[in-house]
């Protein structure tokens, strides 16, 4: 399958659903009785994803929405095959650019859109954005990093074509490959994103290998 190029997302874009999601929370806790709230937030210290690297197979790593518990073990709230970076020489090089999978580390979520837009060959649909990483050599920054799938902006699949690999739908195991990004089976990021909404979004992504 040919690797394609990513899309550089528009930074007004990204602020807009930044304010967006922190609106809808704000509006959610909002409607919360004061003591549910103050009772919420003492049972534990809320949610992250954790993506740990399959080094045998890179494509059949696994993401985890998990909630974190103060004095206890975080919790799995969701788990999903995940992939990262490309099959070719490189792609388990976290310095590699358009080609290794993401450097370990801590990310900040910056944003989560449920019909995002990345124009031709981009990254469309549900999509989840984390902040830029300098990778080990101190050097090179990873940059326009997503957890993404495969699928339209509203989040159909495109008819199939015999013969041809397209960016608007799953054909299977290989569009687990990618350019850096963390991408998910269509189904699965449908899931992440009700659990997410359900549990609270993730502030932060831990990536390990």
């Not at 659903?17 to 929370?25: F, P, V």
């Not at 709230?77 to 993401?102: M, V």
């Not at 910056?110 to 990254?123: E, I, R, T």
Request: charged share 20%; with cysteine; hydrophobic share 35%.
């Amino acid at each position: 399958m040919a690797i394609r190029q990513r899309i550089v997302v528009p930074a007004a874009a990204l602020a807009l659903t930044g304010g967006l999601a922190a609106a809808e929370a704000s509006t959610a806790t909002a409607a919360q009785p004061a003591s549910e709230r103050t009772t919420a937030a003492a049972a534990d210290g809320g949610t992250y994803l954790y993506f740990d690297k399959n080094q045998s197979n890179p494509g059949n790593s696994r993401l985890y929405l998990m909630r974190s518990i103060p004095d206890a073990k975080d919790q799995v709230l969701a788990k999903y095959r995940a992939g990262s970076g490309d099959e070719g020489p490189n792609g388990k090089d976290e310095c590699a650019s358009s080609q290794g999978w993401l450097p370990n580390g801590t990310y900040q979520v910056l944003a989560h859109d449920a019909h995002y837009n990345g124009g031709d060959l981009g990254v469309n649909g549900k999509v989840i954005h984390v902040e830029d990483k300098v990778c080990e050599n101190g050097r090179t920054t990873r940059a326009e990093l997503f957890v993404h799938s495969e699928m339209w902006p509203e989040g159909s699949q495109a008819s199939p074509e015999p013969g041809k690999d397209s960016p608007y739908r799953w054909e299977g195991s290989d569009d687990y490959r990618s350019l850096g990004c963390i991408k998910l089976k269509p189904a699965d990021i449908d899931h992440l994103f009700t659990k997410a909404g359900q549990a609270g979004w993730p502030t932060k992504l831990k990536v390990v290998s």
